[in-house]
């Protein structure tokens, strides 16, 4: 989902690339319905409730260069993905974000998928904490003899 918070950014950081980080955004927002956008520390971070994907970071060079946020949880192959511990995507152009859409838009899904799995593991083991709690709580009942 588009922010008003981050067109005012645009307009108002007017970076060297902006129809390739445009490009960039479009795909990352629209590749799954549960990927928000907003401004932190003067950047732009697209995320879900399970966490920061990316950020656009050094936008005021020429280029697109996204960082992902816990990128090595990733373990699709993505090819243009690069870093040891931090993962980034640099592109060039808006013509090379559009090359790289299919691309994107996986990592996008399997970040979403990787929340939705944590998020249902987590709902699983609250569930069978409070099943135990609630065991416990019972009075002691003696067995009939």
């Not at 008003?4 to 629209?30: M, N, Q």
């Not at 699709?76 to 790289?100: C, F, N, Q, W």
């Not at 998020?119 to 069978?128: E, F």
Request: glycine fraction near 6%.
């Amino acid at each position: 989902m588009k922010s008003a918070v981050v067109e005012r950014w645009f307009a108002s950081t007017k970076p060297p690339s902006e129809a390739a980080l445009r490009r960039v955004r479009d795909l990352i927002l629209g590749a799954d319905p549960s990927m928000r956008e907003r401004i932190q520390y003067g950047i732009t971070f697209s995320s879900t409730k399970s966490g920061d994907f990316a950020a656009f970071v050094r936008y005021s060079e020429a280029g697109v260069n996204l960082r992902l946020m816990r990128g090595r949880r990733l373990r699709g192959r993505y090819p243009h993905l690069e870093g040891a511990t931090v993962k980034r995507m640099r592109i060039a152009d808006e013509r090379e974000a559009s090359a790289r859409a299919a691309e994107l838009r996986s990592m996008v899904k399997e970040w979403c998928a990787l929340g939705d799995a944590a998020s249902a593991k987590a709902t699983a083991k609250r569930a069978a904490t409070s099943g135990r709690a609630r065991r416990k709580a019972e009075p002691y009942r003696a067995s009939p003899r």
